[in-house]
Nanobody, 120 residues
Framework: QVQLVESGGGLVQAGGSLRLSCAAS????????MGWFRQAPGKERKFVAA????????YYADSVKGRFAISRDNAKNTVYLQMNGLKPEDTAVYAC?????????????WGHGTQVTVSS
């Protein structure tokens, strides 16, 4: 099992920045990748960004490319999401997730999420 805890959400004005953190514990040696997803009120959860745990390759949704940056600190078992140039449409609950053995192709492990609110 892998446990995930997010932190760093809050209220920010449009154009501002926030950094989210997600600390993993448990069977962290089994993690293949970690990602961030977000869900706005009344909408489906959407992929934001992901990072491979070993090689560090990163992936982004088109809507956040050039504004958000995902990174990881393997020693701390933590993944970060630096969010710059925030827009009101970025308002959502942001949750981190992990792909790990025994099913590394699916995000089976999820945090509870952290609220990000961007005011106009």
């Amino acid at each position: 099992q892998v446990q995930l805890v997010e932190s760093g959400g809050g209220l920010v004005q449009a154009g501002g920045s926030l950094r989210l953190s997600c600390a993993a514990s448990g069977r962290t040696f089994s993690i293949y990748a970690m990602g961030w997803f977000r869900q706005a009120p009344g909408k489906e959860r959407k992929f934001v960004a992901a990072v491979n745990w070993s090689g560090g390759s990163t992936y982004y949704a088109d809507s956040v490319k050039g504004r958000f940056a995902i990174s990881r600190d393997n020693a701390k078992n933590t993944v970060y999401l630096q969010m710059n140039g925030l827009k009101p449409e970025d308002t959502a609950v942001y949750a981190c997730a992990a792909r790990a053995e025994p099913n590394p192709s699916e995000y089976d492990y999820w945090g509870h999420g952290t609220q990000v609110t961007v005011s106009s």
